[in-house]
């Protein structure tokens, strides 16, 4: 077995697990080895998208890892969330002074 990556429909980035003989276009059919689905967090879709890739970024694929490097799984929510908050500065600018 060979690990690759996969990207899904809505751009979140998985590590999966395919038979050495199958090619990288079978990715989507591969034992996906993590990030683990957000779904349960109930955040909105680019939100999730962005988190998810970051775990993928900081390779925060099982529970062993995400608890060893906690602090890098908060770096990971932290940079999900930073575009939102130059998005609500951006509000906060266009407010009459």
Sequence with gaps: MREVTHIDSRGNMFLVRLPDDAPDSDAEYGIVIG????????????????LNNQLFMRKLFTLREATKRSNELFAALQAALRVDVQQLLNLYAELPK
């Design 35 to 50: 990030p683990p689905d957000l779904a349960a967090l109930e955040l909105p879709t680019p939100i999730a998208v962005r």
